[in-house]
């Protein structure tokens, strides 16, 4: 919970925007259902997850 009120506490200035999937877009919406939170918030603290525990490498979508 701390991370989550001390997040809220940084101003976030910079705007991104980008493409995704419907599978993605509605996953992402449950989530922010689900904890109550914005859209917003969710990308953000999956993001900060990413950075703080980063793959070593990407996961590449196998061809078909």
């Known amino acids: 919970m701390f ?3 001390n997040d809220m506490k940084q101003k976030k200035s910079e705007f ?3 493409r995704t999937t419907e ?3 509605t996953f992402l919406e449950e989530l922010s259902e689900k904890h109550d939170r ?3 918030d969710v990308i953000h603290q999956l993001l900060k ?3 703080n525990d980063p793959p070593k ?3 590449v979508p196998k061809k078909k």
Do not use: M
């Open 38 to 40: 914005p859209l917003s």
């Open 3 to 5: 991370n989550i009120v």
């Open 57 to 59: 490498q990407l996961p």
């Open 16 to 18: 991104i925007a980008f």
């Open 23 to 25: 599978e993605i877009k």
């Open 49 to 51: 997850s990413f950075i």
